[in-house]
């Protein structure tokens, strides 16, 4: 008589995981370590437009203004969510894929709808004072002038990231902490 054989059990994949937040929250770091946990790739949506672009984040400013800017970010998060799609339900498509997002592409409709359609938004919300130690003396961010200006940005896009999918909130957790606590927030959701 035969046996009967449970079926293994696979855990369901992870939905591509767009992380949020204003520039300085750590998006690049904890996304890359993310992945690293997973065994997922990663995406670093501005390093992306700017390979595709030739030239670094400000030097497209510098020529083409915010405006110009925007639409070329528009642009290469289409053809990022295009691909996902495409790939769904292949070998491909069940890679964990984590893409990290320049402080205001969320903050545009037309983005946000790309990724509620594409997958899950994760907010790394962290406090202003914890994002504006990091940005003095940073990267050279073409959108931080002075702390008023960035006071002024973060006050406009923190209610567009609240309607994010999920929130973490960033205190001093190591990137590697805060990879785990996503990864909590997400089978918590899964569960509900």
């Given at each position: 008589?035969?046996?009967?054989?449970?079926?293994?059990?696979?855990?369901?994949?992870?939905?591509?995981?767009?992380?949020?937040?204003?520039?300085?929250?750590?998006?690049?770091t904890v996304g890359s370590a993310l992945a690293s946990r997973v065994g997922g790739r990663f995406i670093d949506l501005d390093e992306r437009i700017s390979t595709e672009a030739g030239c670094t984040i400000p030097e497209i400013f510098e020529a083409e203004g915010e405006e110009g800017f925007r639409r070329?970010?528009?642009?290469?998060?289409?053809?990022?969510?295009?691909?996902?799609?495409?790939?769904?339900?292949?070998?491909?498509?069940?890679?964990?894929?984590?893409?990290?997002?320049?402080?205001?592409?969320?903050?545009?409709?037309?983005?946000?709808?790309?990724?509620?359609?594409?997958?899950?938004?994760?907010?790394?919300?962290?406090?202003?004072?914890?994002?504006?130690?990091?940005?003095?003396?940073?990267?050279?961010?073409?959108?931080?002038?002075?702390?008023?200006?960035?006071?002024?940005?973060?006050?406009?896009?923190?209610?567009?990231?609240?309607?994010?999918?999920?929130?973490?909130?960033?205190?001093?957790?190591?990137?590697?902490?805060?990879?785990?606590?996503?990864?909590?927030?997400?089978?918590?959701?899964?569960?509900?």
């Open positions: 008589m035969p046996t009967e054989r449970t079926p293994a059990v696979t855990p369901d994949p992870l939905p591509p995981i767009f992380l949020i937040g204003f520039m300085g929250s750590g998006k690049t070329r970010e528009h642009a290469v998060l289409k053809e990022i969510c295009r691909r996902l799609e495409l790939e769904r339900g292949t070998p491909v498509g069940e890679i964990p894929t984590i893409i990290a997002l320049g402080g205001g592409a969320f903050a545009q409709t037309v983005n946000r709808d790309l990724i509620n359609g594409t997958g899950t938004s994760v907010w790394l919300d962290a406090p202003f004072d914890v994002l504006l130690s990091r940005l003095v003396g940073g990267f050279n961010r073409p959108l931080f002038r002075n702390a008023a200006q960035a006071q002024k940005l973060y006050n406009e896009r923190h209610p567009l990231y609240a309607v994010a999918d999920h929130r973490i909130e960033i205190r001093n957790q190591r990137p590697e902490a805060l990879a785990g606590e996503i990864l909590r927030i997400l089978a918590e959701a899964k569960k509900a």
